[in-house]
């Protein structure tokens, strides 16, 4: 089952992750935010813990005196996931997110797209990226200039481009997608435009694989690449399967076609969390980045996850200790030039306007 078409809330896991303590955790009342060390104990040793602790609490008392929010991608390391992260989700939640978001400043626990997309939604506010490395393969992967030389090779084809891009890529953009809104927005676009052709770019992937959902459709991929996803292969979920019987193989469209093609559902990041929260499979295997799974785990104690590892470099960029130096100094700033911005902004409304 493909579901690219998902609806996706963000779930503010500060309203769970101040009272939930997993089941079976260790209790350990002495130490430091104990209640927190129970949704990590299987990530962070008992020794390592209150040096981690101490950042928490820092972190903590800076949301309060700058009135700011951290936002965490679901990818994010499980000690800022479980701890720091006051709204997690999917790129979509977040971008959805930072319209409402209720605060000063907003620290991104992401990427840097995903920064500049929060700050193209919330020109006012200030948005700190704890390591502006933190790129992605996919933003790299296509620049404003291929785009104008794509509209030029196709007149009149409508530009969608995935959330994964620079500003300046949004800026010459009609529409923007998600992984978890990819083909309800194409199929907006085709009817509001009258059209059956759109670019979709810069993932071939996710473009290929959407388009087995609309084969009314004829999209026009690029040659863009998620570097943690294009490594996965059919081989690996049939040693998967065959390694683990019974086990139920979730992937995200990021992946190859054949990847997904052999999965049993393939949907964003919130998607495969919707599912194992719904259908509570006995066993399962996200096929994404690995960190997802040690945080979904943690509200399943009952569900066996089997952990194959693709770590996202950029995502690991992000630690406890620079999200607490970017609000103690305020840095780094994500500033977008207003004339790339206002364009941007269109494209990416126009996706947040589609339900
Ligand atoms: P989601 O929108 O599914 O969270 O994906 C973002 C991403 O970067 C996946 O690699
Ligand atoms: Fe980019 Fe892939 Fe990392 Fe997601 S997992 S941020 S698409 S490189």
Redesign the pocket.
């Known amino acids: 089952m493909l579901d690219l078409n998902v609806a996706t809330r963000a779930e503010n896991v500060n309203e769970f992750s101040r009272a939930y303590v997993p089941e079976g955790a260790p209790q350990v009342p002495d130490m430091p935010l104990a209640h927190l060390y129970a949704r990590v104990s299987k990530h962070v040793t008992p020794a390592e813990w209150p040096l981690i602790a101490r950042d928490v609490e820092a972190i903590e008392r800076l949301k309060r005196e700058r009135n700011a929010v951290v936002l965490g991608h679901n ?1 994010q390391a499980p000690e800022i996931f479980n701890t720091v992260a006051d709204i997690v989700g999917d790129s979509l939640a977040l971008a959805r997110e930072a319209v409402t978001v209720d605060a000063d400043v907003i620290v991104m626990a992401g ?1 840097h797209f995903m920064a500049e997309t929060a700050k193209l939604l919330n020109p006012s506010k200030t948005v700190l990226m704890p390591d502006m490395k933190a790129g ?4 790299e992967s296509i620049t404003a200039a291929d785009i104008r030389l794509l509209r030029q090779r196709y007149p009149g084809v409508p530009v969608v481009t995935y959330v ?1 891009t620079s500003a300046e890529v949004k800026a010459e953009s009609d529409y923007c997608c998600t992984s978890g809104n990819a083909v309800k927005v194409v199929r907006a676009v085709a009817r509001e435009w009258g059209v059956n052709r759109i670019l979709m770019l810069p993932d071939e992937y996710l473009a290929q694989n959407v388009q087995k959902e609309v084969p009314e459709l004829e999209l026009i991929a690029w040659k863009g690449h ?4 294009e490594r996965f292969t059919p081989a690996d979920i049939r040693d998967l399967r065959e390694n683990h019987p019974g086990v139920v193989v979730l992937a995200h469209p ?1 992946c190859p076609p054949e990847v997904v093609a052999a999965a049993d559902y393939a949907g964003s990041t919130a998607g495969m969390a919707d599912y194992v929260r719904d259908e509570k499979p006995a066993r399962v295997v996200l096929i994404t ?1 690995c960190s997802m799974a040690d945080n979904v785990a943690v509200g399943h104690p009952d569900i066996e996850f089997v952990r194959p590892c693709n770590l ?1 470099p ?2 690991r960029r992000i630690t406890l200790g620079n999200i607490r130096r970017s609000l103690e100094t305020m840095t780094h700033q994500v500033e977008i030039d207003p004339a790339i911005a206002d364009r941007a902004r269109l494209a990416v409304e126009r996706m947040l306007a589609i339900r």
């Open positions: 990818y990427v992605c393969s996919l933003a994964n998620c570097e943690v996803h990021e980045e996202c950029h995502m």
